[in-house]
Each structure stands twice: as C-alpha cells, then as structure tokens.
C-alpha cells in the first residue's frame, strides 16, 4: 500500500496564494494547483423536445439562450486563463467578485444570491485508489432564469448521469436550469457517498491488520486516513448551510418543487455527515487500539523477560554461594556435593515453570 504524500496533503489543507495577497478586489487571478490544460467549453442546450451538443472553441460562443424555451448549460474546464473567464463573466453579467471566486479554488461550500443568477461553490471529490487518499476540486455553479455555467478546475467530473438523462428523458428537460443545478448538486453529493464507501473499507482492512500485526507504517495510515477526514469534513460540513439556505430561498429563479429536492438532498448530507463523524471516532478508537496492541505486546516480551529472570534467580543464589571461597563448608568435600547442588538448582527451576503455569502466567 503506498504512503501518504505529506508535500501533497499540506497543498491541499492550505492553497498557494501567488500574487493574490494585496490585490485589488475583484482582481481575477487563479489561485490553486496550476495544471497545464487548456479550457474546454461544452455546451449542451435543449428543451422537453430536442437536445443539441456543442463543442464551443470561442469564449464569445458564450451568452445566454436566444430562445426562451431553451435552456444552456455550459461546462467550462480548466481555469488557466483569467482573460477567458472575465470574458465569459461579461457576458452572462457577473459581478467581478464572482468572477474572482471562480478563480479561488480555495473557498468553501457557499451559495451567493443575485438579481439575475444564483452562484454556488461546492466541491467535488475523488478517491485515489493508489494512495488512498482523497482529490478536492472546486465546482463553480451560476444558476440564471435560462441557462446553468459550471466552472471546474480540469476535465473529469460525476456528471455523466446527468448527461446521459438528458439525453435520454424529457423529465430532465423540461424543468428547466433549476432542476438541473439540483440534478449537478445531487450528483456531487451522491458521490460523496461512494468516497465514504471507499473510504470505510480501506478503515476496515486497517482494522484487520492492526489486530493481526500492527506495525509503525499501520499508525502512519492512522494518521493519513485521520487528515483525509479532516479534509472531507472541512469540503462537506458548510454545504449543509448552503443546501439549507437554497431550500429555504425565496428567489424567483428556484421553483417550490426544486425546494422540495433539494430538501431531500440536505438530508442526504446530514446523513453524509454523520457517516463522516463515525469514520473519525473509529480513527480515534484505532489509533487507541494500536496503543494498546503496542503496550499488550511489550507486557508480553516483559512477563517472559521476568519469568526467566526469577528461574535464574535461585540458581544465581545458589552459584553464589558455593562460589565463596572459605575453607569450612563441608558440602565442597562431600562426594554428592555437586550433583546435589545440581539436583536443588533443578528442582527451584521446575517448581517455579509448574507455579508459573499454575498461575497460567505461562
């Protein structure tokens, strides 16, 4: 099993802020893990009767529907270029600050209400089989009266689900930008259920091997498992607030059926987070555990370290003091002397391995 990497974990608990300290507000510059790729803008538009795919190459390919019973979903990946996002940002009438927090991949799970838009941060996550260890992104939503933006940091997501129903049914489509905002957000935080899963069978397999042989690496993974839960808490604790609020919201751009929805999300991460509170109390009851199987296994190596020293101990007395050298001590002259003191040292040996054993201290 691979070791926790402590250089990527400590990029992840606390994101490089660059050039960002001191800037202006609504200065757009990236902040989080720079990657190499280039934006890619996707488009799906469609109604209760039609759905087209677009691969759009131009950021001015952006603006809202022209028609208005289409509604647009646009997927931007990769946040590489603050000049294509301010452009996108224009064009659907952002407020600079937004534009700005799409690029600050460092904020928590929020959920900010305007004239003409909802925006919504919320994380996505996926599990590194290898490492065993957790991967953190940032999903940017802006829910409008016609069209939903997602902003994500690379390409990859969970959405496929969502695509393929809109491919395939017409519920989907003809509910318009809100439902799918609550389908996007449903489907991050079905996944999060998945991550626990995996999660909670790598804790297992820990417990096994720590009842069967615990080691220094197995308190590492403690460790490891112990921060990648502290991170999981930290990216799904405040989306319980966000999810509360837009339920409770009273903007016209959310209908009282979508409300209802994501109700039923927010007690899906109520549950989340209760699953996340039992993951940590078992991390804290193995690192325990592990304590005691180390202190258990040094009683053990010290109870046979004193049981061999008390065996020794009457013939090291013995040895003693036919080892004294004066001349009146008849035994030194008596025939059967030796085998005799042979014989005593033999029987203090036996009746203490048979006290012993009586006792079941052996």
Known sequence: MAKPHRVHHSAKLIKKRGKKVGAAPGTLIHVGETKNTDINIRLIAYNESSLKEFQLSDPAQCHPPEASDITSWFNIDGLNNPDIIREIGDRFELHPLIQEDILNTDHRPKIEVHDKHLYIVIKMLQFNDQAHDIEFEQISLVVGDDYVLSFQEKPGDVFDGVRERLRSGRRIRRLGPDYLAYALIDALVDNYFLILEKLGDAIEDLEFELLDKPSKDT??????????????????????????????????ILSDEIRMFLRDVYDHTIHIIDNIETLRDLLAGLLDLYVSSVSQRMNEVMKVLTMFASIFMPLTFIAGIYGMNFENMPELQWQWGYPAALFFMALCSGSLLLYFKWRRWW
């Open 219 to 252: 308190v590492n993974r403690i460790h490891h498992f112990k921060r990648e839960m502290l991170l999981l808490r930290k990216a799904i604790w405040p989306l319980r607030e966000v999810l509360s609020s837009l339920s409770r919201d009273e903007s016209v």
